[in-house]
């Protein structure tokens, strides 16, 4: 019987497959019929990823150089003569990005040309280099943003403004494609517990967090897997330019929901 949730056979790139929520997406595509593409700065994380999937491609790529963007899509060609999804999943989030990107007040340029660097501009690249090849088979694109992108905060202004930017780029490649058949749509995760987090995140930040979700759980790297999943799939071929938010409600609700709480004893 005919299941539009299948990927069978389709050919996908997940950029930073080989971290937390890209590995979990790579699993999930194989699983659901898909060959993947691990491609991640980290060849030896790509390969082992790859190494558990049948007929799966590492790639080691590096998003802030254009000629790195250009072979990966080159190397899956290549390799499966075609591209049917794009998953721009990575992203700069080194652990020493995290001091510097604050506000914009004490922001040094190099921090915030690192970051537009890997995140917009190899986002943009990728999404141009893997265009003709998505066209021809009626492919998609998959952006991975950041609730952070919707809301101020006090932290990580480059990061959610540059995933900002990916969500405009997002409609304005829907836009421009969707009459050759290419459907480009973004993800907005909201604090997702994959292995790097769980190791380095402060408990009492992660209960602040978690207590914004409405489900008061915060998500899993298989949620994110399973909304890109659902967006690269037929199932969603009348969805395009749209930004799905899955965050377990974090970003959805009135300032103040956890003091209101709080203040009423709810
Ligand atoms: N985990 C969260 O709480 C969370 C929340 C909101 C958004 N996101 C977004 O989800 C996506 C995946 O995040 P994650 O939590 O799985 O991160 P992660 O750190 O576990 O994985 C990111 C992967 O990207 C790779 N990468 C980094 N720079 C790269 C580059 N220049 N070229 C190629 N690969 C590169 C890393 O090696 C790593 O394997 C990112 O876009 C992130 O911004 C995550």
Redesign the pocket.
Known sequence: MYDATRLTDKVAII??????????TARLFSQRGARVVI????GD??RAVADELPDALPVE?????ED?IIAMISATIAHYGKLDILD???????PDMGPKDIDIEHMESSTWDRTY???VR?TMIACREALPHLRSTGGCIIN?????ALQGHVIQAA?SSS?AAIIQMTRSIAASHGRSGVRCNA???????????KAAFPEHLRLLVEDETLRNQ??A?ED?AEAVAFLASDAARNITGQLLVC?GGAASHVPGYTAFRTAMGF
């Not at 491609?39 to 980290?42: H, K, N, P, V, W």
């Not at 721009?88 to 080194?94: E, I, Q, R, T, W």
């Not at 991975?144 to 952070?148: A, D, E, I, Y």
């Open positions: 950029t930073g497959g080989a971290g937390g929520i890209g590995a979990a491609a991640d700065i980290a994380r790509a790529v590096d998003l802030a150089s790195s721009n999943n990575a992203a700069l989030l080194d660097a890997v995140n190899g991975t943003v950041s609730n952070l990061y995933k993800v907005a995760p909201g604090m997702t517990m994959t292995p790097a987090l915060l998500g790297p994110i965050d």
